[in-house]
């Protein structure tokens, strides 16, 4: 079963940064391997929107409203994508998950959910 934790979030003033992370794992122990990932925003009242995202490959999109302030990246090694997001204002407030396309060998490539974190920024 692969499992997706997403941490990171927290209570930050208008201004500031955080890293958010997302950890892959089996629990079989069986190797696997994230092909593109996700990150969403849902804000209180709203419906999940697309932040960024980054494929197999390492290409990066972002939605327009964080380009240039919001950094994806990913670690093969340690299975973890992340997304770093600095200049925070109070519009970035809000329920951060990851979604991923993880390939393992029973189940060929599937899409999983992290747990997703809060992100609160002070104005």
């Known amino acids: 079963q692969v499992e997706l934790v997403d941490t990171g979030g927290g209570l930050v003033q208008a201004g500031g940064s955080l890293t958010l992370h997302c950890a892959a794992s089996?629990?079989?122990?069986?190797?696997?391997?994230?092909?593109?990932a996700t990150w969403y925003r849902q804000a209180p009242g709203e419906q999940h929107e697309m932040v960024a995202s980054i494929t197999d490959g390492g290409e990066a999109n972002y939605a327009d409203y964080v380009k240039g302030r919001f950094t994806i990246s990913r670690n093969r090694f340690k299975n973890t994508v992340y997304l770093q997001m600095d200049s925070l204002t109070s519009a970035d407030t809000g329920v951060y998950s990851c979604n991923a396309a993880v390939w393992t060998p029973v189940h060929g490539t599937r899409n999983y959910w992290g747990q997703g974190t809060q992100v609160t920024v002070s104005s």
């Open positions: 089996v629990t079989s122990g069986s190797i696997f391997r994230i092909n593109h």
